[in-house]
């Protein structure tokens, strides 16, 4: 069975500094991992993906996240926070063994301070 | 980019009537769409993988008969929910696969129950 854990309910950081948001996954074939956004009320937007290739994934509004594949997670990086990347962060996995399902983490609330 | 439509954004709804959600693909085709429910700052449940033409799979748990989903052509897939209950109230969400691999969400439907 595919699952992803999300360790940690809520992040604080202040503007301007860095923010990782932390996702390990367990599933039995490759992996395609995503990383989505949702603001109150909305549903999910997303932000980049692994499928294959590069380790190291860039997406959407300066958001990147590094595949590693002996500590099998996939962390999301921002370089500089900003108060409107305040939301709520899920990471996905899909084993490619498995079908076409989605398994979400629990989540993570990103909350940027000014 | 792939672009999915889910209506209503809200309803209210009194306790023993049916709703309907739409979630329609609108420039791609979707033979899988995937229906979710959220619950306050929980995570995303899948509750069904529509598939075009063919019977929806419903995840365990499921009642079928309660979340009836219709995927009749490649770019609409329809939830409704039967003999609504005050319990039944909560964030239902829509995805679907897009030509690039990935998963693109609708806005989601807010349900509420009186």
């Known amino acids: 069975a595919q699952s992803v854990a999300q360790p940690e309910d809520q992040v604080n950081v202040a503007e301007g500094n860095p923010l990782t948001v932390k996702c390990t996954y367990s599933?039995?074939?490759?992996?395609?991992l995503f990383w989505y956004v949702q603001y109150p009320n909305r549903g999910l937007q997303f932000l980049l993906k692994y499928i294959t290739g590069d380790n190291l994934v860039k997406g959407s509004y300066g958001f990147e996240a590094e595949f590693n594949k002996s500590q099998t997670s996939f962390h999301l990086k921002k370089p500089s926070a900003l108060v409107s990347d305040s939301a709520l962060y899920f990471c996905a996995v899909r084993d490619g063994a498995a079908g076409n399902k989605l398994t979400f983490g629990g989540g993570t609330r990103v909350l940027v301070k000014p | 980019g792939a672009v999915v439509s889910q209506h209503p954004s809200w309803v209210i709804c009194k306790s023993g009537t049916s709703v309907k959600i739409e979630c329609r693909s609108l420039?791609?085709?979707?033979?899988?769409m995937f229906w979710y429910r959220q619950f306050p700052k929980q995570s995303l449940m899948l509750m069904a993988t529509?598939?075009?033409?063919?019977?929806?799979?419903?995840e365990q748990g499921v009642e079928k008969d309660k979340f009836l989903i219709n995927h009749a052509s490649l770019t609409l897939s329809t939830l409704t929910v039967t003999s609504a209950h005050p319990e039944d109230s909560s964030f239902y969400i829509c995805s679907a696969r897009d030509t690039g691999g990935g998963y693109t969400f609708g806005s989601g439907t807010r349900l509420t129950v009186v």
């Open positions: 599933v039995s074939g490759n992996p395609y």
């Open positions: 529509s598939n075009e033409g063919s019977k929806a799979t419903y």
């Open positions: 420039d791609f085709q979707a033979t899988t």
